[in-house]
């Protein structure tokens, strides 16, 4: 088993850098993840106060990522955009390993999962990005692998301090720690469910160890359930794609894979098979819990028990774990001796329209489109300010996120503009209908246009591009 679960971390290492390394970096948001992290690596604190925009400078700013974005700062100075690149794909690649082995203790066949593995992969593959999300995966695994051997319980708390300082998914490990009390509280086995019960207050007690306390909860409360959510792709509900197929599959595994109804795992399957057809976000957290049943059906087709033994016993063990060791450090070191860079394609990221306005209204207070944020907080840190960006909730006051959501609806946009003092209006062509014809209707000048991006302003001052 361990040949075959190093191999697959080897597969996925290779296949991600060399085929998915720009997907990774096409989210706005690892922008202002990178950004962060310098502000916390250059003053040796967290900021309290949001700087990155001009309208939410008095409101306290929960970034429950501070942790994850010191890294990503550290390794955009050592490797520009590559670096983070390659640390998220170490973290993916060791998340899919562990769901590897989980699927191999499910179903004894090689075969079976690597399709399982495989078929996950591709259902998760357009969530993972350069963002701090993708260590919850990890976590997650994790958790539950820590829960579902019933041992080394004392690591949670552990861990839970770590994940609470890198992103605000932590969140999700307790409803790992409720699945598997349900689990022990059904059996009635109530010295296993108080053990969990202790264990569950010591991680709570571990997660308020953080720059926020308590309020980190509020935190993860200000995403769950603001507004903004609505607008976002990842949040939007399951759409006909890889997700919903992968999906699928593991819904119908279920009925081959004789899997007990009243455990654990099945209860995090129906959770998050249900929380990811209302947001495909959860898309990732129901594969890692989903791919073992995939594994466990398909092992009736593919009786391979025997070649997993025949690894076993061979020197592929060895050479595999050599081959994960050299690749990683080969893919790490990458940039000491070639010059492997990697950044914002300019012709599908708005960084020439930023670069006008950086040369023409730098002193304007501007609207922006939300997936923009990311993009001006990276590019012009400190020059250029943000009306909204992808911090969403967790940075920008109610009355600002109503405003927005009205702007965003075509409402009230002479008076929300007088309010802000907005004169520079950067939007990509297809969004915002009708604050563009606002802008024809009030005869604000078009200073820049690329195809994609729009720059209008409200005086003669400014330069065409």
């Not at 697959?8 to 998915?20: E, G, K, W």
């Not at 939007?236 to 004789?258: H, K, Q, T, W």
């Not at 009243?262 to 959860?282: D, E, K, P, Q, V």
């Not at 729009?454 to 065409?464: C, H, P, R, W």
Request: proline share 3%; aromatic share 14%.
């Amino acid at each position: 088993m361990q040949a075959f679960v190093w191999a697959i971390y080897s597969f996925i290492l290779y296949a991600f850098i060399l085929t998915r390394k720009q997907h990774m970096i096409s989210d706005a948001d690892t922008g202002w993840h990178i950004r962060a992290g310098d502000k916390i690596v250059d003053g040796a604190t967290i900021p309290k106060f949001d700087d990155f925009s001009y309208t939410s400078t008095d409101y306290v700013w929960y970034n429950l990522s501070w942790g994850y974005d010191a890294l990503l700062s550290l390794a955009h100075n050592m490797g520009n955009l590559y670096l983070p690149i390659v640390i998220t794909t170490i973290i993916t690649a060791v998340s899919l390993m562990l769901v590897a082995k989980n699927c191999v203790k499910a179903s004894d066949s090689i075969i079976a999962s690597y399709i399982a593995v495989i078929l996950g992969s591709i259902a998760i593959a357009s969530s993972i990005s350069v963002r701090p999300h993708v260590v919850s995966f990890l976590f997650a695994i994790l958790f539950f692998n820590i829960l579902s051997s019933r041992r080394r319980l004392v690591y949670l708390p552990l861990l839970m301090l770590l994940w609470v300082n890198l992103h605000g998914g932590f969140i999700v490990g307790f409803v790992i720690i409720g699945a598997f009390m349900g689990q022990e509280l059904l059996a009635k086995k109530i010295s296993n469910f108080l053990v969990l019960l202790a264990c569950l207050v010591v991680t709570f007690l571990a997660s308020i160890i953080n720059p926020y306390f308590i309020d980190a909860y509020d935190g993860v409360y200000r995403t769950l359930g603001g507004p903004l959510k609505q607008g976002i792709s990842e949040w939007r509900p399951l759409d006909l794609g890889p997700e919903a197929i992968y999906m699928v599959a593991a819904v119908i595994s279920l009925g081959f894979a004789r899997v007990k109804l009243f455990t654990a795992t099945m209860a995090l399957i129906i959770a998050w098979g249900a929380y990811s057809i209302m947001h495909i976000r959860g898309v990732g957290y129901f594969a890692i819990f989903s791919a073992p049943i995939i594994a466990a059906a398909l092992a009736r087709v593919f009786k391979d028990k025997d070649l997993l033994q025949q690894l076993d016993k061979s020197y592929a063990d060895v050479f595999v774990k050599y081959l994960a060791l050299v690749s990683t450090i080969m893919f790490v070191l990458l940039p000491v001796f070639f010059d492997a860079k990697a950044e914002f394609d300019k012709d599908k990221h708005p960084v020439k329209a930023i670069e006008y306005i950086k040369r023409n209204h730098a002193d304007k207070n501007m609207f922006n489109s939300y997936g923009y944020g990311g993009h001006i907080i990276y590019a012009a840190p400190g020059k250029l300010k943000t009306f909204i960006d992808g911090r969403a909730e967790t940075a920008f006051k109610p009355s600002l996120v109503e405003d927005y959501i009205s702007l965003h609806h075509g409402k009230d946009i002479k008076q929300i503009f007088t309010k802000y003092k907005i004169s520079l209006v950067f939007l990509h062509k297809d969004t915002y209908k009708p604050i563009q014809q606002y802008m024809a209707d009030a005869n604000w000048q078009l200073g820049y246009s690329d195809g994609d991006s729009l720059v209008y302003f409200d005086d003669t001052s400014g330069k065409k591009n």
